[in-house]
């Protein structure tokens, strides 16, 4: 090609088309528009290629830019999600392997198994883990006395019942002492497990006592009515669903419900007459479910002392020497418990618990 050639050739000389002019160029060929004077045919398809070629190049660039942000992203949350595990691992090792009670295992001290919360199958109170705490206390020898360390409103009456039974079993056994200590509350189903110590020990504003039964519900049926709602229950038993919110409660069946709450709490006050004894004064106050400041409960025999677990310490070792063997919970498995719990709450299904409870309304 000649000089006077290139000189003519736009491709080689003419002005460079940005890609906004390529695609005006390129829609204009569409349209059967003629090209631009002094430009063939052949060089416009060349500008056009070289057009597409710089879009395809972006698109390229913007999915391999993509790709990267989230290969980041998924590097990201595998990291996170190690961090997680590796955290959730170290704190169930330190738990079960490294975690130092507040006095040296081979020294003499108390056992304390802590009752904290609501009494339930369900919540770290439960019976399981309570008396797993006071058998390992229990069969260890520098332990001078097991300390069952109080602050909850009651629960379960089974789960209180078990607790209660394991407890007179280790005392009846006359190894060493099993002592009750009542932080802040120690009311309904919580003092039903306390009763079953050698001694309870309270601080003298503590709340003890609440020696009842309690089912507490809702009447909704005037309620429904007015909405224009229409309850549909289907029972095989005519008194199958005599509890339903929805529904009235016959005469008979309110009569009878209220012997089963009377038969459980006759259940409850024999416990507590087991467990206490004649310490116990004579006062017909005692089983009416009223709850009573420590101080109060000390003359009404439902306590033995007025004092705290430190205190206790000192007056039995000469210093406050102590060691938790309350079983460690797996961070795991309390996450699992709480996001079911919640789950079966927003989906309506009934937990499987007692309607009936020793505990605080």
Do not use: C
Request: glycine content about 10%; overall charge negative; hydrophobic content about 40%.
């Amino acid at each position: 090609m000649s000089d006077d050639d290139k000189h003519g050739d736009r491709w080689t000389s003419g002005p460079e088309l940005t890609p906004e002019q390529a695609r005006r160029e390129r829609e204009g060929q569409h349209t059967d528009q003629p090209p631009p004077p002094g430009e063939d045919a052949e060089t416009l398809r060349e500008r056009q290629r070289l057009a597409q070629l710089e879009m395809m190049d972006r698109w390229v660039g913007g999915v391999l830019a993509e790709q990267r942000r989230s290969r980041r992203w998924k590097l990201f949350f595998r990291f996170f999600f190690a961090l997680l595990i590796l955290a959730s691992l170290s704190t169930t090792l330190y738990g079960l392997f490294g975690a130092p009670g507040s006095g040296p295992p081979d020294r003499p001290h108390l056992g304390v198994v802590e009752l904290k919360g609501v009494i339930d199958s369900d919540s770290p109170a439960s019976a399981e883990r309570i008396i797993e705490g006071l058998e390992r206390a229990w069969n260890v020898e520098e332990v001078e006395a097991v300390v069952l360390h109080i602050n909850s409103p009651g629960g379960s009456p089974v789960q209180s019942q078990r607790i209660f039974e394991a407890v007179m079993r280790l005392r009846e056994s006359g190894d060493k002492p099993v002592l009750a200590v009542v932080e802040d509350i120690g009311a309904s189903g919580a003092y039903y497990v306390a009763a079953a110590a050698d001694e309870i020990i309270a601080a003298p504003a503590s709340l003890v006592g609440s020696i009842g039964v309690v089912h507490a519900g809702f009447g909704f049926e005037e309620a429904i009515g007015r909405l224009g709602v229409e309850r549909r229950v289907f029972t095989a038993g005519e008194n199958k669903a005599f509890l339903d919110p929805f529904s009235d409660i016959a005469p008979a069946q309110r009569e009878f419900w209220q012997s089963v709450l009377e038969n459980t709490h006759e259940q409850f006050i024999a416990a507590v007459r087991k467990g206490r004894g004649e310490r116990l004064v004579d006062d017909e106050r005692l089983f009416s479910g009223l709850i009573w400041s420590g101080e109060q409960a000390l003359e009404l025999g439902l306590v033995d002392e007025l004092d705290s677990l430190d205190g206790v310490a000192r007056a039995r070792l000469g210093e406050a020497r102590t060691r938790d063997y309350t079983p460690r919970l797996d961070p795991f498995e309390r996450i699992s418990r709480q996001f079911g719990r919640v789950a079966m709450e927003w989906l309506g299904v009934p937990r499987g618990e007692s309607p009936v409870r020793y505990q605080l309304p």
